[in-house]
């Protein structure tokens, strides 16, 4: 009686056997074509993950980003909205300030306004008067940071 070699983990007569001797060598383990159709396998499934790690790791710096810029945004906004309603801060228009003297941290050195800053997060800001009515102006800040601007918007009226 042979059981232990019959009961080991033979798969359809020819595939592993544990170790033990189950059969003629020419039915011990995996053929070539088998071994290359796992590795293959198995390389689609690796390159999966990988794809979705990748995608991942974009998703996430690219919300990291947006949150900095939407922050970054309302943060200038509510210090706009404060200024008395004839500050120079407020006057209709454009206003870029160098990124040297713009309040912010626009290369992420942990420095803010340092001599000579310059950087990706670039912040501006649109002061339009009497809109949308009379004795009104529309502040619309813009913070862009690699390709991609967060714009609020809010409102002041001479009070
Ligand atoms: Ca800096
Ligand atoms: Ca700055």
Redesign the pocket.
Known sequence: MNSKAETCYSISGRGWTGGVAAGPASQKGFTIIEVMVAIAILSVGMLAAWALQYSSTRGNTSSRNLTLSASCASDRLEQLIQLPYAHADLAAGTSTPA??A?????NFNGE??EPG?TGPLRISWQVTDDTPIPQTKTIRVDVSLRQRTVSVTSYRANL
Do not use: A, L, R
């Not at 713009?102 to 626009?106: A, V």
């Open positions: 990124q040297d713009d309040g912010i941290d626009n803010i306004d800053e």
